[in-house]
């Protein structure tokens, strides 16, 4: 997998990379410092399967960046990397052509997620931005801790308690106990029918 970063802060490119590589040696990592950097790697004849965008660069607007790596790289799997969190901008990007947002300013848990879910060839939004419905976000916050959300977005990734153990920093046992914890809140039995509920809920599934 070909990633370019495009980002004009040497650590915050160095940390993306730390985290990519601790999950995949299959990666094969580009930094661009500018969009005239990474204009010169676009508009090459290599291609990148996923573009980690920052959208305040030195030398474009920020409203023109999605677009016209869009225009360069179509193909590719625009993730926007950025301390923006203002819903017009996230959701011009969007419609620009950005398949997934992730905010700096997210947990480390938060980043794990949805680093594992982005190399797993899968889009990323938080679930207050790909719902698109209060009622469905206070129904999920309603039933289920911070902690109990991101074990329920690894859960519908299909992922072994050990896999999510892993990837939060936790152990089995403390899995086991918050999925015994969540099936009695949301009132199912099994894992199966949790994924269900979770994923009626974010719109992943028609009801």
Not at 16 to 41: C, G, K, M, P, R
Not at 51 to 79: C, G, K, M, N, W
Not at 133 to 152: A, C, F, N, T
Request: net charge neutral.
């Amino acid at each position: 997998m070909k990633i370019l970063i495009i980002d004009p802060q040497f650590l915050t490119r160095s940390g993306l990379i730390h985290l990519l590589t601790s999950y995949s040696d299959n990666v094969a990592i580009y930094e661009a410092d500018s969009f005239a950097v990474a204009q010169s790697y676009l508009s090459g004849s290599e291609s990148y399967d996923m573009i980690f965008a920052e959208l305040d660069l030195p030398d474009i607007e920020h409203r023109d960046i999605v677009q016209r790596i869009y225009s360069l790289a179509p193909q590719s799997h625009q993730v926007l990397f950025t301390w923006r969190q203002h819903n017009a901008d996230i959701r011009q990007a969007i419609v620009q052509g950005a398949r997934s947002y992730l905010c700096k300013g997210a947990s480390a848990e938060q980043m794990k997620l949805a680093i594992h879910g982005l190399l797993q060839g899968k889009d990323y939004l938080p679930v207050e931005d790909s719902s698109g419905s209060k009622s469905v976000r206070s129904d999920i916050q309603r039933h289920l801790s911070p902690r109990q959300q991101e074990i329920m977005q690894l859960l519908a990734q299909g992922l072994s308690n050990k896999e999510i153990a892993n990837i939060l920093g936790i152990t089995e046992g403390t899995i086991r106990v918050h999925l015994s914890a969540i099936f009695k809140a949301i009132k199912v039995s099994n894992r199966t029918e949790a994924t269900l509920w979770y994923l009626l809920r974010q719109n992943k599934l028609s009801a």
